[in-house]
């Protein structure tokens, strides 16, 4: 059973930095995509970036290019998103998924992880 769980949401300032984590466990995930989403309220979900677990590249979502980065720690089972420059738009709360490589949905989820970024 996979379960991913996501910690290191809090509250910062405008142009400050958090570092999230989602701690995976269940199976390998060699043949994964790991993400970032978050969901702002009364908003729409939305992707943030993603990596593949094996190789380590990435994709980014474009209003978030130069400030986040995300990476993945194989002896830990860890993704992070590094986030940097923070915004007040950024406040949301953001969630790890995972999806097996040439599958369109990302079939597993954590709970979810409050960021508050204050003007």
């Known amino acids: 059973q996979v379960q991913l769980v996501e910690s290191g949401g809090g509250l910062v300032q405008a142009g400050g930095s958090l570092r999230l984590s989602c701690a995976a466990s269940?199976?390998?995930?060699?043949?994964?995509?790991m993400a970032w989403f978050r969901q702002a309220p009364g908003k729409e979900r939305e992707f943030v970036a993603r990596?593949?677990?094996?190789?380590?590249?990435?994709l980014y979502a474009d209003f978030v290019k130069g400030r986040f980065i995300i990476s993945r720690d194989n002896a830990k089972n860890t993704a992070y998103l590094q986030m940097n420059s923070l915004k007040p738009e950024d406040t949301a709360v953001y969630y790890c998924?995972?999806?097996?490589?040439?599958?369109?949905?990302?079939?597993?989820w954590g709970q979810g992880t409050q960021v508050t970024v204050s003007s």
């Open positions: 998924a995972a999806k097996q490589l040439f599958t369109s949905e990302y079939s597993y």
């Open positions: 269940g199976r390998t995930f060699s043949s994964y995509f």
């Open positions: 990596i593949r677990w094996s190789t380590g590249s990435t």
